[in-house]
Nanobody
């Protein structure tokens, strides 16, 4: 069993930056493929970014490419999402997720992920 706890959300002006963190409990964090998803009010949950165990695979949603960067520190059992040039449409609850498989290619489908955090609110004011 893995527990995921997100932090780093908040209110920021358009054009600003935030860094989200997701701390994972349990063993063998290095085995997990990790991802960030987001859900805006009244909308479905969307994929944002993912990272495989080694960091060699980091797919992004088209809407965040060039602005967001996902990374991980396996020694700290933590995955990060650096968000730059934020836009009002980035406003959402951001959740991290873990897939208990050391994949070569990180997946973008929510159904692939076994564990989820509670989420952290990101609000971008225009």
């Amino acid at each position: 069993q893995v527990q995921l706890v997100e932090s780093g959300g908040g209110l920021v002006q358009a054009g600003g930056s935030l860094r989200l963190s997701c701390a994972a409990s349990g063993r063998n964090f290095i085995r997990y493929t990790m991802a960030w998803f987001r859900q805006a009010p009244g909308k479905e949950r969307d994929f944002v970014a993912a990272i495989n165990w080694s960091g060699s695979s980091t797919p992004y949603a088209d809407s965040v490419k060039g602005r967001f960067t996902i990374s991980r520190d396996n020694a700290k059992n933590t995955v990060y999402l650096q968000m730059n040039s934020l836009k009002s449409e980035d406003t959402a609850v951001y959740s991290c997720a873990a897939d208990n498989n050391p994949l070569i290619i990180a997946g973008a489908q929510a159904s692939e992920y076994d564990y989820w955090g509670q989420g952290t609110q990101v609000t971008v004011s225009s």
